[in-house]
């Protein structure tokens, strides 16, 4: 993964829990580390 899409992807899981709250930024964490694992 490159550094770019890496980037992108913690600033949309960022805007995303901020607006959605903590339930949802749990589910993004998991989902950032099972998609890291590929």
Do not use: V
Not at 5 to 30: E, F, V
């Amino acid at each position: 993964m490159s550094w770019k899409h890496k980037a992108l992807t913690l600033l949309i899981s960022y805007l995303l829990a901020k607006s959605l709250g903590d339930k949802s930024r749990r589910s993004l964490c998991n989902w950032l580390s099972f998609e890291e694992r590929f």
